[in-house]
């Protein structure tokens, strides 16, 4: 069974830290997706890989950067935070390249409150 | 961008009722999926579809893919409590690496 963790299940950090949301997937899966979900908004892409070091840009990248240094893990990372940054953090993966039609396997979360 | 719009966002039923949610585009998709988060939980798979009118089952959950790929239909054949949650379509065309999500559709089954 594919496993995606995520590093912090609940966060809290203040107005202008710099913060880390790291995820890793056990399953030697090529792409890796972070998004965030908002009540009523759903799931929006932030940003997504599809190989090491390689990353594009989803929906939502603004205040967002990523690092995928290694298959394996995928981190995101707000520059400084900021209070409409609070909501629930989602990582994913899938199997193979660009276009992949694999289904997408997320882990649990990571619910951050920026104070 | 593609954009997937789903419909209703809510939808409170009584256990046994049925349920059915709608997803639709504006471009022809090449394929969609669905997947269920329960509350508290994360999103988890439950199917994808490729060709055009195609439909499937899974026990008491039928779906379904329009025959001109732009709409796509889950629909839940007499609720039980278990059914609770948010529903998601993610559709992707062709033009484009990765599905767009819908904004959902939360299921509340009343006993």
């Known amino acids: 069974d594919v496993k995606v963790t995520q590093s912090s299940r609940y966060l809290v950090k203040r107005t202008g830290e710099k913060v880390f949301l790291e995820c890793v997937q056990d399953?030697?899966?090529?792409?890796m997706f972070w998004y965030r979900q908002d009540p009523g908004l759903g799931l929006r892409l932030i940003y997504f890989?599809?190989?090491?070091?390689?990353?594009e840009k989803g929906d939502i990248p603004e205040g967002y950067s990523v690092s995928r240094e290694k298959k394996e893990r995928f981190s995101l990372i707000l520059e400084s935070a900021s209070t409409n940054q609070t909501s629930m953090y989602l990582c994913?993966?899938?199997?193979?390249?660009?276009?992949?039609?694999?289904?997408?396997?997320f882990g649990d979360g990571t619910r951050l409150s920026i104070l | 961008g593609q954009q997937v719009m789903q419909i209703p966002q809510y939808q409170h039923v009584q256990e046994g009722e049925d349920f059915t949610t709608y997803c639709n585009s504006s471009?022809?998709?090449?394929?969609i999926q669905w997947y269920k988060q329960r509350p508290g939980g994360h999103p988890v798979f439950l199917i994808q579809?490729?060709?055009?009118?195609e439909v499937k089952k899974q026990k008491r959950l039928t779906f379904q893919f329009g025959e001109a790929k732009k709409n796509s239909s889950l629909h839940i054949t007499a609720t039980q409590t278990t059914d609770v949650g948010t529903y998601f379509c993610?559709?992707?065309?062709?033009?484009?690496?990765?599905?767009?999500f819908g904004r959902g559709t939360s299921l509340i089954v009343h006993p």
């Open positions: 994913a993966s899938s199997m193979e390249g660009i276009l992949s039609n694999q289904p997408q396997h």
């Open positions: 993610a559709g992707k065309s062709g033009g484009s690496y990765i599905p767009t």
């Open positions: 890989s599809y190989d090491v070091k390689m990353k």
């Open positions: 399953m030697d899966h090529e792409n």
């Open positions: 471009t022809t998709l090449s394929n």
């Open positions: 579809l490729v060709k055009s009118g």
